[in-house]
């Protein structure tokens, strides 16, 4: 028979007892502030995975090219940074941002880009690279988390910055300053329509590789194709205004898909088929064209 001393030793045990919870994914000591944990340290986030085994995820599982901290790409707990300053957010632009984009792109945490605009796909990113690391996963780059990214990470390079383009034009040739000209710098990679010393629309070229390199000089447009076919490489180039030769300025598909990843065949590429088509619009046959660095 039970005195009301063993009920009272029971019920005790009983609270101790339900002071862990056990939900689905996650165990966490309980007790906190608005049922927070007091030690958030100790929460275990895990997935499962076809035939039970759980691990902390990353692009490509823990094969990925991200591989985390430790042997075989798992990852040791490490210190919240909650708390931490947030640098850069979702809206955020800049310079800095494509830092941040270039980077998580060497990690392959981010496919495309960088843009400098701080939108939905670097906050996935940035949330998935924290998530590895043991972090919050806030998808804001806070100052851990951009520690722990440039600990991971190559200073990145120009053309890494603007790999999907966006860079700066350069300065116009003092030869473009005067009458209609196709401005075309091969320092900035960029295409000035000038009339007149007034730039009025640019944007982002590629150019010819080693083997094939785009000329540099002045030169005249002297034919225009709207929907052109290359015969010697079989390969469309629509919007083609020939300059030089065979070489034309025309919209590159490849261009528009790839970036900078790839190269032409002595042509000047535009990626923007929106820009291209209104200055196909606009050029005459004559207007000059400066290739210059």
Same mark, same amino acid.
């Given at each position: 028979?039970r005195?009301?001393g063993?009920?009272r030793?029971?019920?005790a045990?009983l ?5 862990v ?6 165990a966490?000591?309980? !007790?906190? #502030?608005n049922?927070q +944990? ?10 499962s995975?076809?035939?039970?085994? #759980?691990?902390?995820?990353g ?8 591989? !985390?901290d430790?042997a075989?790409?798992t ?5 919240p940074?909650?708390?931490?300053? *947030?640098l ?9 941002v494509?830092?941040v984009?270039?980077?998580?792109? #060497? ?7 960088p843009s /400098?605009t ?10 998935? %690279?924290?998530g590895?690391r /043991?972090?919050p ?5 806070? +100052? ?20 999907f /383009?966006?860079?700066p034009?350069?300065?116009?040739d003092?030869?473009c ?7 075309? +710098? ?15 629309s640019?944007?982002? =070229?590629r150019?010819g590789?080693?083997p094939t390199?785009?000329?540099? /000089? *002045?030169?005249?447009v ?6 052109h076919?290359?015969?010697?490489y079989?390969s469309p180039?629509?919007y083609?205004? %020939? %300059?030089?030769?065979? #070489?034309a *300025?025309?919209?590159?598909q490849? %261009?528009?898909?790839? !970036?900078?990843?790839?190269?032409s065949h002595?042509? *000047?590429? =535009?990626r ?7 200055l ?6 004559g207007?000059?064209?400066v =290739?210059?660095?």
């Amino acid at each position: 028979m039970r005195t009301k001393g063993m009920r009272r030793r029971i019920a005790a045990a009983l609270v101790a007892l339900a002071a862990v919870t056990v939900t689905g994914c996650k165990a966490e000591a309980g !007790g906190g #502030q608005n049922g927070q +944990s007091k030690q958030p340290w100790l929460r275990i986030d895990v997935t499962s995975t076809p035939g039970g085994k #759980q691990q902390q995820g990353g692009p490509g599982g823990d094969d990925g090219k991200d591989g !985390g901290d430790g042997a075989g790409g798992t990852t040791a707990s490490a210190a919240p940074s909650s708390g931490a300053k *947030v640098l850069w957010s979702a809206g955020d632009e800049g310079l800095d941002v494509r830092e941040v984009q270039a980077r998580l792109v #060497q990690l392959q945490w981010l496919f495309h880009g960088p843009s /400098g605009t701080y939108d939905e796909a670097t906050v996935a990113a940035v949330e998935g %690279f924290q998530g590895k690391r /043991g972090l919050p996963r806030t998808g804001k780059t806070d +100052s851990v988390t951009w520690q722990r990214l440039k600990g991971m990470t190559h200073e990145p390079t120009k053309w890494e910055l603007y790999a999907f /383009g966006g860079q700066p034009a350069a300065a116009p040739d003092p030869r473009c300053l005067t009458g209609r000209v196709l401005c075309i +710098s091969k320092t900035s990679r960029t295409l000035r329509w000038m009339i007149d010393g007034r730039t009025v629309s640019t944007m982002e =070229v590629r150019f010819g590789s080693q083997p094939t390199p785009t000329r540099e /000089g *002045v030169f005249t447009v002297y034919y225009k194709s709207r929907h052109h076919v290359s015969t010697l490489y079989d390969s469309p180039m629509p919007y083609a205004m %020939f %300059f030089s030769g065979g #070489q034309a *300025v025309h919209f590159s598909q490849d %261009f528009a898909a790839r !970036g900078y990843a790839g190269g032409s065949h002595g042509c *000047v590429n =535009v990626r923007d088929e929106v820009k291209i088509a209104s200055l196909y619009a606009q050029v005459r046959y004559g207007d000059k064209v400066v =290739v210059y660095w």
